[in-house]
Nanobody, 115 residues
Framework: QVQLVESGGGLVQPGGSLRLSCTAS????????MGWYRQVPGKQRELVAA???????NYADSVKGRFTISRDNAQKTVYLQMNSLKPEDTAVYYC?????????WGQGTQVTVSS
C-alpha cells in the first residue's frame, strides 16, 4: 500500500518559516520525481516545487528564492523549506510522487500565513 504522509503545516506570521516533510512508504522512492503542490478553494492545484531523481529542482516563479525543496532517499522523505512566508502562500500543500504514468498524492497539510 502506497502512502505519502505530510507533516509540518500550521499557522505562521508573515515573514516566518515552516518546513514541510513528506515520508513515503510502499514505493521505490529513489525512482520517483517528488513534488509539492498547493491549492486554495476555488482554484486549481499548482506546482510549487519539484525535485528529480538526480536532484535537479524546479520552482514556481512565486516562490523562487524563498522556498527550497530537498530529498533524502535513505529516509524516503522530501522536504519543503519555506522562508519569508506571505499571506498569499496560504493553501493546502500536497506531496506528490510521479513516475512515468504513475501519480501518488498525500492527504495534504494546511499552511496559513496570517498575523
Amino acid at each position: 500500500q502506497v502512502q505519502l504522509v505530510e507533516s509540518g503545516g500550521g499557522l505562521v506570521q508573515p515573514g516566518g518559516s515552516l518546513r514541510l516533510s513528506c515520508t513515503a512508504s510502499g514505493i521505490a522512492f529513489g525512482f520517483y520525481v517528488m513534488g509539492w503542490y498547493r491549492q486554495v478553494p476555488g482554484k486549481q492545484r499548482e506546482l510549487v516545487a519539484a525535485i528529480t531523481i538526480a536532484g535537479a529542482t524546479n520552482y514556481a516563479d512565486s516562490v523562487k528564492g524563498r522556498f527550497t525543496i530537498s530529498r533524502d532517499n535513505a529516509q524516503k522523505t522530501v522536504y519543503l523549506q519555506m522562508n519569508s512566508l506571505k499571506p498569499e502562500d496560504t493553501a493546502v500543500y500536497y506531496c506528490n510522487a510521479k513516475r512515468q504514468l504513475i501519480d501518488y498524492w498525500g492527504q495534504g497539510t494546511q499552511v496559513t500565513v496570517s498575523s
